[in-house]
């Protein structure tokens, strides 16, 4: 039974606290990244096949598609590239986070209840991971609607999680510990990657229980988290009514719009933070369909990327904190949203698999840099203040508004354009105004809210 008051610097508690990447970051690698994307273009490039050559699915996955045809989906008598579906399905249920975490934030630190939503939000999400086992080209509405709802599941638990760092936590050791829970989060999340390819590679078994195996260790790893994390870090003792809730984040909003270096901040992080997320949810299908692999059934050069990546994921990230320790958290920032902004220039021009391992190398020694320190600026920017989660929740929808945006743009580029080439070098837009944005935000915040110097 957790405790319901805190002692920042508890080493017990940030170590549950950092437990939860570890638990949680599966979904972001075998669903968002790897197995999931793998199998959704296979099975739908397959059925597509079957029906293009009109032949049965056991001959037609071994025939090649002329080159001038792409893959279409019926999703409610709609007509879409298989990829263009993903980007929008995902697109769509960021926009209802976007939606959902501020109204629930409030109530949460009205009622003291974040951990509560953090556990429902991780069942929700990690129940929907497990129903994509039942994931069919025939009926594939229901299909994306449990992709749909485990992007759902995952996002909102974060805003809920990431709350509680500022309250376990000094704001000079939340560089540290966001970037020591991103790299547990990837070497975790690699471990079950390994198990699953061990069990479809070695096996032969059928990948959809990788499915399942997502949803078991994402709530089988948070019992971890749920034991340390205290229920109600204040003690509060609301009344009841939850319009309440939602005036505490009308409360905390006035407040936020008294901040100056915290507002600026969060204009240049929507922005450069769109880039990272659009490319890292659609990195697997530019990957699958533009890099001239061997064999078009053969994923394995393709899993040995995502691999590379995860290991340099968490060596950037922790390489980003010390960087950040000697030359500040903006300037960080700045320096790795230069090299995403190569990254997607670079990826317009690769086509060999050596060119997209060289890529992804320098993919991973930046994506988990920037999010941990993302994370932890935001977190030391805040004023002194007893909302997390509501300010968290500005942080989030902030993070959820720009995949929106994002995944959206990604998908209509190549809907106009039919290549996915174009979809990535598009992004590069959003990195070069978050960068201009980050020369702007001051070193010290201005009037009465004072935050933390980490310039």
């Given at each position: 039974m957790a405790k319901s008051a805190i002692q920042k610097?508890?080493?017990?508690?940030?170590?549950?606290?950092?437990?939860?990447?570890?638990?949680?970051s599966v979904y972001n690698l075998v669903i968002s990244s790897a197995i999931f994307p793998i199998f959704y273009d296979t099975v739908t490039t397959n059925h597509f096949k079957s029906q293009y050559f009109k032949k049965d699915i056991s001959i037609a996955k071994e025939m090649k598609l002329p080159d001038n045809v792409e893959v279409i989906v019926n999703f409610f008598g709609v007509h879409l590239s298989n990829s263009?579906?993903?980007?929008f399905v995902l697109s769509a249920s960021f926009l209802v986070v976007t939606i959902l975490s501020p109204m629930l934030s409030g109530i949460a630190d009205y009622k003291g209840s974040k951990k509560k939503f953090l556990k429902f939000f991780c069942y929700f999400g990690a129940i929907s991971c497990v129903s994509l086992y039942w994931f069919n080209p025939n009926y594939i509405e229901i299909g994306m609607l449990s992709l749909f709802l485990a992007s759902i599941g995952f996002w909102n638990s974060l805003v809920f999680y990431n709350s509680f760092l500022p309250e376990i936590a000094e704001p000079e050791e939340h560089d540290r510990i966001s970037a020591k829970g991103f790299s547990m989060g990837y070497?975790?999340?690699?471990?079950?990657?390994?198990?699953?390819?061990?069990?479809?590679q070695v096996f032969k078994l059928p990948v959809h229980w990788c499915f399942v195996f997502v949803g078991v260790w994402w709530i089988g790893f948070s019992q971890i988290t749920y034991r340390v994390l205290p229920n109600n870090v204040y003690g509060r003792k609301p009344k009841a009514g939850i319009w309440r809730g939602f005036r505490e984040l009308g409360f905390v909003f006035k407040e936020f719009k008294l901040t100056h270096r915290l507002k600026r901040y969060l204009f240049a992080f929507f922005f450069f933070n769109t880039g990272v997320q659009t490319v890292m949810?659609?990195?697997?299908?530019f990957a699958k369909k533009e890099i001239e692999w061997p064999s078009d059934n053969d994923s394995s050069g393709l899993i040995i990327a995502i691999l590379l990546i995860q290991i340099?994921?968490?060596?950037g990230a922790y390489l980003m904190s010390k960087l950040s320790a000697k030359i500040g958290n903006v300037k960080t920032l700045i320096v790795t949203v230069i090299i995403w902004i190569g990254i997607c220039y670079g990826a317009f021009y690769i086509t060999k698999p050596i060119e997209f391992y060289i890529l992804a190398s320098f993919v991973g020694l930046v994506m988990g840099g920037i999010q941990a320190i993302a994370r932890s600026t935001y977190s030391k920017f805040l004023p002194e203040t007893r909302s997390h989660a509501s300010y968290f929740s500005f942080y989030d929808a902030t993070e959820k508004m720009g995949i929106v945006l994002g995944t959206f743009f990604f998908g209509l580029v190549e809907h106009f354009t039919h290549s996915l080439r174009y979809s990535v070098v598009s992004i590069a837009i959003f990195f070069c105004i978050g960068i201009i944005l980050l020369f702007f935000v001051p070193k010290t915040e201005k009037g009465l809210i004072k935050g933390y110097g980490v310039n």
């Amino acid at each position: 039974m957790a405790k319901s008051a805190i002692q920042k610097g508890d080493k017990k508690v940030i170590k549950g606290w950092i437990f939860y990447d570890w638990a949680n970051s599966v979904y972001n690698l075998v669903i968002s990244s790897a197995i999931f994307p793998i199998f959704y273009d296979t099975v739908t490039t397959n059925h597509f096949k079957s029906q293009y050559f009109k032949k049965d699915i056991s001959i037609a996955k071994e025939m090649k598609l002329p080159d001038n045809v792409e893959v279409i989906v019926n999703f409610f008598g709609v007509h879409l590239s298989n990829s263009v579906l993903m980007s929008f399905v995902l697109s769509a249920s960021f926009l209802v986070v976007t939606i959902l975490s501020p109204m629930l934030s409030g109530i949460a630190d009205y009622k003291g209840s974040k951990k509560k939503f953090l556990k429902f939000f991780c069942y929700f999400g990690a129940i929907s991971c497990v129903s994509l086992y039942w994931f069919n080209p025939n009926y594939i509405e229901i299909g994306m609607l449990s992709l749909f709802l485990a992007s759902i599941g995952f996002w909102n638990s974060l805003v809920f999680y990431n709350s509680f760092l500022p309250e376990i936590a000094e704001p000079e050791e939340h560089d540290r510990i966001s970037a020591k829970g991103f790299s547990m989060g990837y070497i975790g999340s690699m471990l079950l990657l390994i198990i699953c390819l061990v069990w479809i590679q070695v096996f032969k078994l059928p990948v959809h229980w990788c499915f399942v195996f997502v949803g078991v260790w994402w709530i089988g790893f948070s019992q971890i988290t749920y034991r340390v994390l205290p229920n109600n870090v204040y003690g509060r003792k609301p009344k009841a009514g939850i319009w309440r809730g939602f005036r505490e984040l009308g409360f905390v909003f006035k407040e936020f719009k008294l901040t100056h270096r915290l507002k600026r901040y969060l204009f240049a992080f929507f922005f450069f933070n769109t880039g990272v997320q659009t490319v890292m949810l659609m990195a697997t299908i530019f990957a699958k369909k533009e890099i001239e692999w061997p064999s078009d059934n053969d994923s394995s050069g393709l899993i040995i990327a995502i691999l590379l990546i995860q290991i340099l994921g968490a060596v950037g990230a922790y390489l980003m904190s010390k960087l950040s320790a000697k030359i500040g958290n903006v300037k960080t920032l700045i320096v790795t949203v230069i090299i995403w902004i190569g990254i997607c220039y670079g990826a317009f021009y690769i086509t060999k698999p050596i060119e997209f391992y060289i890529l992804a190398s320098f993919v991973g020694l930046v994506m988990g840099g920037i999010q941990a320190i993302a994370r932890s600026t935001y977190s030391k920017f805040l004023p002194e203040t007893r909302s997390h989660a509501s300010y968290f929740s500005f942080y989030d929808a902030t993070e959820k508004m720009g995949i929106v945006l994002g995944t959206f743009f990604f998908g209509l580029v190549e809907h106009f354009t039919h290549s996915l080439r174009y979809s990535v070098v598009s992004i590069a837009i959003f990195f070069c105004i978050g960068i201009i944005l980050l020369f702007f935000v001051p070193k010290t915040e201005k009037g009465l809210i004072k935050g933390y110097g980490v310039n």
